[in-house]
């Protein structure tokens, strides 16, 4: 009875409109708070017993086969993949940096470094995380998987100064520019194994990548790849409305296809290059990518809603956002991302404390995707440096 009363309540709250239920009424505190115990949650129904290693989805369906697995392998799906679980890495970074927490350093090192290392492959050379467990049959590996996790790493270097995370960070950025090459110009494929397009998603993060590991080193070749990557993707791939599209194949065609976590890498990289050199075109370049995104990714109707996509392109594009609140103080657009974090955490979660993915609330997803709800963890982590 007490569990359909929840339904019932949770289903109600769901209902209501989205102006009414998204006022930012969070503060930081509870949004902070709200990211914890998502997190906890997280842990527990995503848990596998006896290793560091999540599940997929929630429920678990036994039946799910793997994909992804090299030279046309496929086998049972025992665990999530690379990307998904590498999520939990960065919406913990997310939460460390804004708390310096002893409790998500320790989830950090003790929880999904371990886990990490269950994907890592140096039976391949130059060594990278591979998309699925090693113990499973081979599995390809994707340039732009390393990458965030490469990300994630430097973070942790720049926050803590601890050398092993910078060791790990380099190892994986051999890997990732071992994808590039001078076809079309220069750029990064987006797998090895299938080296047929070069995307936004494995060259705009790269910049980024790059970027960061100056800020981590003072070594200046990875400011100057920052900067030419950063060029390619934006002479290649950027469209005439401002956003960015999502590949260019090598006979030249291209995926014109939009997801947020695109631009939202491009404007990062812009932001970071604006702070490093102090040239105002790459502030202005960042600012222009900014608009043109949101209003792509937003509702127009003046309800500044999201539209729907995985969360989690949605919380790496809020990143870029969030660089560019740091160089010029503009509150507009995260205060959009709150409206709708709010909206997520009070009227958008199942029985479980687990989120859909419908930013409506209409749409109530019985299954749910681990990445989609580490994406919530890291963007209410985020979000908190909007000074309200």
């Avoid at 209409?362 to 209410?380: S, T």
Wanted: glycine share 6%; aromatic share 14%.
């Amino acid at each position: 009875m007490l569990k359909y009363c929840t339904i019932v309540i949770l289903s109600f709250w769901a209902s209501v409109t989205f102006a009414q239920s998204s006022k930012g009424k969070l503060t930081s505190v509870d949004m902070l708070r709200a990211a914890d115990s998502s997190l906890d949650v997280i842990l527990k129904k995503y848990g596998s017993k006896n290793t560091f290693l999540l599940r997929e989805n929630f429920p678990v369906d036994e039946r799910y086969k793997a994909d992804y697995l090299g030279n046309g392998a496929s086998g049972k799906q025992e665990y999530a993949y690379l990307w998904p679980y590498s999520g939990g890495l960065s919406a913990t970074v997310a939460l460390y940096e804004q708390t310096k927490s002893k409790k998500y350093k320790s989830i950090i090192d003790k929880r999904l470094v371990p886990g990490l290392e269950e994907y890592y492959d140096d039976k391949r050379k130059p060594a990278g995380y591979a998309s699925y467990i090693s113990s499973a049959p081979v599995s390809d590996r994707f340039y732009d998987d390393n990458i965030w996790i490469g990300i994630d790493f430097t973070n942790l270097y720049l926050l803590t100064g601890e050398t092993k995370y910078l060791e790990k960070a380099t190892v994986v950025w051999d890997f990732v520019y071992s994808g590039h090459d001078d076809l079309l110009g220069g750029g990064i494929y987006w797998c090895e194994q299938k080296k047929t397009s070069k995307n936004t998603c494995s060259n705009a993060p790269a910049a980024v990548f790059a970027l960061k590991l100056y800020e981590a080193t003072k070594e200046k070749k990875y400011l100057e790849l920052g900067k030419s990557l950063y060029e390619w993707t934006k002479t290649n791939l950027r469209d005439v409305d401002g956003v960015y599209m999502d590949n260019i194949r090598l006979d030249g065609s291209i995926d014109r296809t939009k997801y947020p976590y695109n631009s939202g890498q491009m404007i990062e990289a812009a932001a970071l290059l604006y702070k490093i050199t102090k040239k105002p075109h790459y502030l202005e370049e960042a600012q222009k990518v900014a608009n043109a995104s949101f209003r792509h990714f937003f509702e127009t109707d003046g309800s500044q809603r999201l539209k729907n996509s995985d969360n989690w392109f949605i919380a790496v594009m809020m990143r870029g956002f969030v660089q560019l609140y740091k160089l010029d103080n503009n509150p507009a657009y995260l205060r959009a991302f709150h409206k709708n974090l709010d909206f997520a955490w009070t009227a958008n979660r199942d029985e479980n404390g687990l989120f859909y993915k419908d930013w409506k609330g209409e749409k109530k997803n019985e299954r749910k995707w681990l990445l989609d709800q580490f994406a919530i963890v890291e963007m209410c982590a985020n979000i908190v440096t909007l000074k309200l």
